[in-house]
């Protein structure tokens, strides 16, 4: 399954009277979308519960995946940052992972360096 999928449509019925049905995987649950993500006459609705929903968790714009951990979600952090919510900044110039040149002074920034 995709790893952003937290809930799913099921086709009741095959397409074109044939043997393949419509499985639409879904990045968000019913509590987000309660008038798309249902049960009704057409498809079954099945989901999880979103630990990335309305609230989610990760900092600095990391990407927010529900499940994976006892916590119930990840968060993947950009270049740069680190920690269980992407809230720590990587002291590129510290760690020396800098590409900064030989003569240069590399400064860091949240996230990044100059």
């Known amino acids: 399954m995709n790893d952003n999928c937290v809930s799913a449509n099921f086709k009741k019925e095959p397409e074109n009277e044939g043997n ?6 879904n990045n968000a649950t019913h509590l987000e979308h309660d ?35 006892i916590k119930g979600y990840r968060c993947l952090c950009p270049p740069g940052l680190e920690g269980e919510h992407c809230e720590k900044d990587i002291d590129e110039c510290h760690k020396n992972t800098h590409d900064c040149h030989l003569n240069a002074t590399c400064q ?4 990044s360096f100059v």
């Open 108 to 111: 860091n920034t949240n996230g």
């Open 20 to 25: 393949d049905y419509i499985c639409e995987l």
């Open 35 to 69: 008038t798309d993500l249902i049960t009704d006459a057409d498809f079954y609705y099945r989901g999880s519960k979103n630990a990335c929903g309305k609230n989610p968790p990760c900092r600095n714009n990391a990407t927010c995946q529900s499940g994976f951990t």
